[in-house]
Nanobody, 123 residues
């Protein structure tokens, strides 16, 4: 599994951005996917997880109601729609995946990571 993110950039407060993540390796298995972010000087934190099988999407409290995660049509793709962006959303956003993460909100359970994409929200 080789994850590649795209869609980061600079946006003003209240604006929107869409991040995309796709597997360029073409694996045949379906993985659980999620987005994490890392703000300057902070640890990597959970943002949202995408559904697989019968599970539903999950969001961090800080983004609930503003961000939406979805699975793309292609296998092992994930999209993060970010609305009403705030300066505190500024971070490097990472796409991640694993077959069966024990805790969807913990980075330690994900073995596959993209290179990250910078999101900067200016006030």
């Amino acid at each position: 599994l080789h994850l590649v993110e795209s869609g980061g950039g600079l946006v003003q407060v209240g604006g929107s951005l869409t991040l995309s993540c796709a597997d360029s390796g073409g694996t045949s298995r379906t993985y659980a996917m999620a987005w994490f972010r890392q703000r300057a000087g902070k640890e990597r934190e959970f943002v949202a997880s995408a559904p697989w099988s019968y599970r539903s999407e999950r969001y961090a409290d800080s983004v609930k109601g503003r961000f939406m995660i979805s699975r793309g049509n292609a296998k092992n793709t994930a999209i993060l729609q970010m609305n009403s962006l705030k300066p505190e959303d500024t971070a490097i956003y990472y796409c991640t995946a694993d077959e069966r993460p024990h805790e969807y909100y913990s980075a330690r359970w994900y073995n596959y990571w993209g290179q990250g994409t910078q999101v900067t929200v200016s006030s």
